[in-house]
């Protein structure tokens, strides 16, 4: 049997045991990229080492180490109340407001994982706060983080249409980002609907309630939860947002420096291009010295767990790259006879790869392997690259991918297992329709040549 089979069936081997046994996939993902890494293909310690994704294990560590110490002292419950107060208390406003943001910013040149970085821990703010699904909230991020992804003067825009050039083939910018754009939006409406959207737009506009509040002892409910939470717990959480809309905005002195460490981190990352993750730790270790009598177990709130799991199963993506997984599986759908059935597969390459390593890697990869029967002229090259462009990045809502892996670690108002389990599911939804959707639409009816 071939390396390549062996570290296919490893990988669902590993999501087998994962699933059934209390068992951390990242930790499977390391035997197995050490087992398949050395038994199968021969690879040096040094090379399985070496896929080890270090960026993504640094962003990682240092937003959930910032966000722990905003938590701690009160920085990100200040911004959702100032954001609840932007938006005069309409509540079914904030999602909305948390997609345009992250797909603007990635629209200028902001890189995805840094917009996740910055908006996720805050968009969980209001999940916990005010009682929204937290699924919702943080794949509005997700979504409006890929929306903006391929605009001209983005990062992915501008790889993708460098690769297209440097492949021979016909390129067009517009059609690329509407692509990004629309796909992404439509999924951002259909998370809205189901995660409890138009139950925040019936809620209106916070403000104090004419009920009495709470009696005592009524229980909290946490954020997220379905339909059916008392009505007691409602009114409560009601009645103190309304007093949060008329009370004072002033922070402390550090929640203002805290502020001020924000701001400097997203100058650093959206202007000066920055390491998000360096810079973060940064930031991090600053405010610590500033209030260190504060800071005791603030390094256990890091979300090791996630990191252990992404940088696991990242690193096995890894080995898989270099054995030769990837362009084995790439090569033997690209030579397939029937050009419309070889444009759907390789969509789905596209999306199940990139769902566990990077998009960026991916579509360098993957559009030079779609060349050869692209130049036969029986499909248009337009549609096909827009197609596997947005497959390719509209699965970064995976936990595994570093967007997704953000969410995981950073997420609020539900708990953390809850959450990966409904990312996992969702992610696993994306990736089995997506490509096909996105093939449908605009590779099929041949429209874009």
Not at 153 to 177: C, E, R, T, W
Not at 330 to 347: F, Q, S, T, Y
Not at 348 to 359: D, I, R, T
Not at 435 to 444: D, G, I, R
Request: charged residues 5%.
């Amino acid at each position: 049997m071939s390396a390549e089979l062996i570290s296919i069936l490893a990988l669902v081997a590993m999501f087998v045991v994962a699933t059934v046994l209390p068992v951390n996939l990242g930790a499977l993902a390391f035997v197995g990229a050490f087992l398949v890494g050395t038994l199968a293909a021969g690879m040096s310690t040094d090379d399985i080492l070496g896929a080890f994704p270090g960026n993504l294990f640094v962003i990682l560590v240092g937003i959930t180490y910032l966000f722990a110490i905003a938590t701690r002292n009160g920085t990100v419950d200040w911004l959702v109340r100032a954001a609840v107060r932007a938006v005069r208390g309409r509540l079914g406003a904030i999602p909305l407001v948390m997609f345009v943001i992250s797909a603007l910013l990635t629209a200028i040149g902001a890189p995805a994982p840094a917009v996740a970085a910055i908006l996720a821990p805050i968009a969980f703010g209001f999940a916990a706060e005010y009682r929204m699904h937290a699924l919702m909230i943080g794949l509005m991020v997700a979504h409006g983080t890929q929306a903006g992804a391929f605009s001209p003067i983005s990062v992915l825009g501008g790889i993708v249409n460098q690769v297209v050039l440097d492949a021979g083939l016909p390129k067009n910018d517009i059609v690329l980002f509407l692509a990004g754009f629309f796909f992404n939006t439509a999924a951002a409406v259909i998370v809205f609907l189901i995660f409890g959207g138009l139950r925040l737009l019936r809620r209106g506009s916070v403000a104090p309630p004419a009920a009495a509040p709470a009696p005592a002892g009524a229980p909290a409910g946490p954020a997220g939860t379905a339909p059916g939470t008392a009505t007691a717990t409602a009114t409560a959480t009601e009645a103190r947002t309304g007093a949060d809309l008329t009370t004072s905005l002033r922070p402390t002195p550090h929640q203002a420096l805290t502020l001020a460490g924000l701001v400097a981190l997203c100058v650093a990352v959206l202007v000066f291009q920055l390491d998000v993750g360096l810079t973060a730790i940064t930031v991090a270790v600053l405010l610590s010295l500033t209030a260190r009598g504060s800071q005791k177990g603030i390094v256990e709130k890091i979300a090791w767990s996630t990191v252990l799991l992404v940088g696991g199963v990242v690193t096995y993506v890894g080995v898989l790259q270099e054995i030769g997984t990837i362009d084995y599986v790439g090569g033997a759908v690209a030579g397939i006879g029937a050009p419309l059935v070889a444009a759907l597969l390789i969509c789905y390459v596209g999306g199940v790869v990139s769902a566990f390593a990077s998009s960026v890697g991916i579509l360098g990869a993957l559009i030079p392997l779609a060349v050869p029967f692209l130049l036969q002229g029986e499909l248009g090259a337009v549609g096909l690259i827009a197609a596997l462009s947005v497959s390719s990045t509209i699965v970064d809502v995976s936990p595994f991918s570093t967007t997704g892996a953000l969410l995981v670690a950073n997420a609020r108002g539900m708990e953390t297992a809850v959450f990966y389990r409904g990312l996992l599911v969702y992610g696993a939804v994306v990736v089995a329709v997506g490509p096909a959707l996105t093939w449908l639409v605009l590779v099929a009816p041949g429209w874009l040549g």
